[in-house]
């Protein structure tokens, strides 16, 4: 049964094209409402009945989903039209847009792993005595409070909580599982009259707590992303105190957190034999969610923040995002891309942006200024970071005439500039920018103002891994698939470099190889390389004893990169006994030229004559000469019974 668009032009403010809809989409479309919030509130009672209603509205979402409790029913699907779309300057122009909007929404989210967290209420305030104690008096009733104090207080009345003395030392964890060390830790001595004092001060005292206040004032514990669990506050600032205090009384309970990142240990390109590779991850993540752990790396799901650079930056994609996986992130670009000209529209622009900065400023762009032009159509995602330069070529290679990324001004932007200007390498445009802006209208002016630039007339269909959607995408948006596109650096595509002359076939660089780019081959001394697999981790460059490798960033799209070539080959040697080959001629030679004759164990020619045999002549040899190391005394007679009793008779 196709689903039903419920209309409503907010009081006439906007035009909707209902016959257009209904004929670039699966849906059937209810008649225009006027005021379904409010006067026309039955009619949407009526549709929601139906258990197939899409509500063309997100400014009341709230209002329908209580309509639809009230009901027991299932709550409707909602589309932002009006903001997004319907107040523009540009009037019934945005009909192919809301087309394109409206085909994304029925494609539905997809259910995501959760991670369940048990918070006891274990809280742990931190700052001055004025403001810690108040706070604590406010929330021991729902809460087991603690209070860190550097300095005792002038007087200490307290009920239901506990006060302690000392310097917090280090904190970690996140919600439900924060462990702290404290030093000079003193407790309090309850005994006695008068005001309790306290212990002797010690170090090294532990504690574990599901929540942290902090009331410092100071430097937050955490850098980065907020950190569930972690409540700050100014405390020269009332109205924030407030707001803490009460956010922190709802943390007990059970609570669920999506699993955002998946990890592939098997493809991780982080280091090998204890060299380090890649670190794009670790570097990245502003959560300190991601550690070392041996040759791979390990994800706190506890302490990530989902804000998905790791995902973006990670060349073998052995991380997968799941909170929208990438796979679904694709198919919205393609399904916008698609709906968008199969309603008859042009030349499409693609706004990237977050649910907070970004639909805000939509929102207010719309309602007090010109809006979003015609042909922008906004992708709204929890991060802009997980927009990596693959989403960016796909969405290029789908039919969008140029990607505009809204980064909040507050955010640390650096691995959307990064992937950004990686795209428009690989894409050899500028079809794609960051923007970094708070005030609505100057959104619409730089969006009205931006150039469309050519549009891949020959849409793609973005399926498999990122760097298979990368290729793909790149081979779309050229002409030339002959010449090696060349790419910034550290980018992670590329060659390699070889130096010849320095390089003697030892083959460490292919057995620390992460993606199978380097191989062997078994018959003769080859170095062979597959440059569609290299991941530029720079594991071979550091492995090498003779330095004779180099990265060369840059994106091959001729066929000749998925098939493996030889970087390097020499001549083998013949064992001088029975001719088998094996090793580097040169190799051989050159160890000759060092060791007969030269070396004690080598002084003889006869013994010079064993670097140039195969390892079986060379054991051969070994055995049945005069010194042979493996020469032993000869072995005892063997004491059969007759001689044991032949030895009897003589007695």
Same mark, same amino acid.
């Given at each position: 049964?196709?689903?039903?668009?419920?209309?409503?032009?907010?009081?006439?403010?906007?035009?909707?094209?209902?016959?257009?809809?209904?004929?670039?989409?699966d849906v059937t479309c209810s008649r225009v409402h006027s005021d379904l919030c409010t006067r026309e509130i039955g009619a949407a009672a009526t549709e929601i009945k139906s258990g197939e209603a899409i509500i063309a509205c997100l400014q009341e979402q709230a209002?329908?989903?209580?309509?639809?409790?009230?009901?027991?029913?299932?709550?409707?699907?909602?589309?932002?039209?009006?903001?997004?779309?319907?107040?523009?300057?540009?009037?019934?122009?945005?009909?192919?847009? &809301?087309? @394109?909007?409206?085909?994304?929404?029925?494609?539905?989210?997809?259910?995501?792993?959760?991670?369940?967290?048990?918070?006891?209420?274990?809280?742990?305030?931190?700052?001055?005595?004025? *403001?810690?104690?108040?706070?604590?008096?406010?929330?021991?009733?729902?809460?087991?409070?603690?209070?860190?104090?550097?300095?005792?207080?002038?007087?200490?009345?307290?009920?239901?909580? #506990?006060?302690?003395?000392?310097?917090?030392?280090?904190?970690?964890?996140?919600?439900?599982?924060?462990?702290?060390?404290?030093?000079?830790?003193?407790?309090?001595?309850?005994?006695?009259?008068?005001? &309790?004092?306290?212990?002797?001060?010690?170090?090294?005292?532990?504690?574990?707590?599901?929540?942290?206040?902090?009331?410092?004032?100071?430097?937050?514990?955490?850098?980065?992303?907020?950190?569930?669990?972690?409540? $700050?506050?100014?405390?020269?600032?009332?109205?924030?105190?407030?707001?803490?205090?009460?956010?922190?009384?709802?943390?007990?309970?059970?609570?669920?957190?999506?699993?955002?990142?998946?990890?592939?240990?098997?493809?991780?390109?982080?280091?090998?034999?204890?060299?380090?590779?890649?670190?794009?991850?670790?570097?990245?993540?502003?959560?300190?969610?991601?550690?070392?752990?041996?040759?791979? *790396?390990?994800?706190?799901?506890?302490?990530? @923040?989902?804000?998905?650079?790791?995902?973006?930056?990670?060349?073998?994609?052995?991380?997968?995002?799941?909170?929208?996986?990438?796979?679904?992130?694709?198919k919205r670009i393609q399904t916008l891309a698609s709906g968008y000209s199969s309603a008859g529209g042009v030349a499409a622009k693609l706004l990237l942006c977050d649910a907070e900065h970004g639909g805000q400023m939509i929102s207010l762009a719309a309602r007090?200024?010109?809006?979003?032009?015609?042909?922008?159509?906004?992708?709204?995602?929890?991060?802009?970071?997980?927009?990596?330069?693959?989403?960016?070529?796909?969405?290029?290679?789908?039919?969008?005439?140029?990607?505009?990324?809204? /980064? @909040?001004?507050?955010?640390?932007?650096?691995?959307?500039?990064?992937? !950004?200007?990686?795209?428009?390498?690989?894409?050899?445009?500028?079809?794609?920018?960051?923007?970094?802006?708070?005030?609505?209208?100057?959104?619409?002016?730089?969006?009205?103002?931006?150039?469309?630039?050519?549009?891949?007339?020959?849409?793609?269909?973005?399926?498999?891994?990122?760097?298979?959607?990368?290729?793909?995408?790149?081979?779309?948006?050229? #002409?030339?698939?002959?010449?090696?596109?060349?790419?910034?650096?550290?980018?992670?595509?590329?060659?390699?470099?070889?130096?010849?002359?320095?390089?003697?076939?030892?083959?460490?660089?292919?057995?620390?190889?992460?993606?199978?780019?380097? !191989?062997?081959?078994?018959?003769?001394?080859?170095? $062979?390389?597959?440059?569609?697999?290299?991941?530029?981790?720079?594991?071979?460059? $550091?492995?090498?004893?003779?330095?004779?490798?180099?990265?060369?960033?840059?994106?091959?799209?001729?066929?000749?990169?998925?098939?493996?070539? /030889?970087?390097?080959?020499?001549?083998?040697?013949?064992?001088?006994?029975?001719?088998?080959?094996?090793?580097?001629?040169?190799? *051989?030679?050159?160890?000759?030229?060092?060791?007969?004759?030269?070396?004690? &164990?080598?002084?003889?020619?006869?013994?010079?004559?064993?670097?140039? &045999?195969?390892?079986?002549? $060379?054991?051969?040899?070994?055995?049945?000469? #005069?010194?042979?190391?493996?020469?032993?005394?000869?072995?005892?007679?063997?004491?059969?019974?007759?001689?044991?009793?032949?030895?009897?008779?003589?007695?």
């Open positions: 049964m196709p689903k039903r668009l419920i209309l409503c032009d907010c009081s006439g403010s906007q035009q909707l094209d209902a016959d257009l809809i209904t004929k670039s989409c209002v329908f989903a209580e309509l639809a409790e009230e009901l027991d029913v299932p709550c409707p699907e909602f589309v932002d039209l009006r903001d997004r779309a319907g107040w523009g300057e540009e009037g019934a122009k945005p009909g192919p847009k &809301m087309a @394109a909007l409206i085909n994304e929404a029925m494609l539905g989210t997809p259910p995501v792993k959760m991670l369940e967290i048990l918070s006891d209420g274990r809280c742990l305030i931190l700052g001055a005595a004025d *403001v810690t104690l108040a706070a604590a008096d406010q929330l021991a009733h729902v809460l087991s409070v603690t209070v860190l104090l550097d300095q005792p207080p002038e007087m200490m009345d307290h009920h239901g909580y #506990d006060v302690v003395l000392g310097q917090l030392k280090t904190v970690t964890g996140a919600l439900g599982q924060y462990n702290v060390k404290i030093d000079r830790l003193r407790q309090v001595n309850p005994g006695g009259r008068g005001d &309790m004092g306290f212990g002797k001060a010690r170090d090294g005292g532990r504690t574990e707590c599901d929540l942290i206040l902090d009331l410092s004032g100071e430097k937050a514990l955490f850098s980065g992303h907020a950190r569930d669990g972690y409540l $700050r506050a100014d405390p020269g600032d009332p109205q924030a105190v407030g707001k803490a205090i009460l956010e922190a009384s709802h943390l007990i309970g059970t609570f669920e957190k999506p699993l955002y990142v998946a990890n592939n240990t098997q493809v991780c390109a982080h280091s090998r034999a204890e060299i380090t590779g890649c670190s794009a991850c670790i570097d990245s993540c502003g959560s300190g969610a991601i550690s070392a752990d041996g040759d791979h *790396v390990t994800i706190d799901p506890n302490i990530c @923040a989902g804000c998905g650079d790791c995902v973006a930056l990670c060349p073998s994609g052995a991380l997968q995002f799941e909170a929208p996986a990438t796979s679904h992130i694709f007090y200024g010109r809006g979003l032009p015609a042909d922008v159509i906004p992708l709204e995602l929890e991060s802009t970071a997980l927009f990596g330069h693959a989403e960016m070529l796909a969405a290029l290679a789908s039919g969008f005439a140029r990607v505009d990324v809204l /980064v @909040a001004p507050r955010s640390v932007a650096q691995t959307q500039a990064s992937e !950004a200007v990686l795209a428009n390498a690989i894409s050899q445009s500028d079809q794609i920018r960051l923007l970094q802006l708070d005030d609505p209208d100057a959104l619409s002016d730089a969006l009205y103002d931006a150039p469309a630039g050519p549009s891949n007339t020959t849409p793609i269909l973005a399926i498999g891994t990122r760097r298979q959607v990368t290729r793909l995408a790149a081979k779309a948006l050229t #002409d030339n698939t002959d010449t090696p596109i060349p790419l910034p650096e550290n980018a992670p595509y590329g060659a390699l470099d070889i130096n010849t002359d320095a390089c003697t076939l030892c083959l460490s660089c292919v057995s620390l190889c992460p993606a199978g780019a380097l !191989a062997d081959n078994p018959d003769r001394p080859e170095l $062979r390389f597959v440059e569609d697999a290299c991941l530029q981790c720079g594991l071979c460059t $550091r492995v090498c004893p003779e330095n004779a490798l180099s990265l060369v960033p840059q994106l091959d799209l001729s066929d000749a990169a998925m098939n493996a070539r /030889v970087l390097h080959e020499e001549e083998p040697f013949a064992c001088i006994s029975c001719g088998a080959l094996f090793g580097v001629k040169s190799t *051989v030679e050159k160890v000759t030229s060092l060791l007969a004759g030269k070396h004690s &164990m080598f002084a003889t020619s006869e013994a010079g004559k064993l670097i140039q &045999m195969c390892d079986n002549c $060379r054991v051969e040899a070994q055995y049945h000469s #005069d010194s042979q190391p493996f020469q032993g005394a000869d072995r005892p007679k063997t004491v059969t019974t007759e001689d044991y009793f032949s030895k009897r008779k003589d007695h």
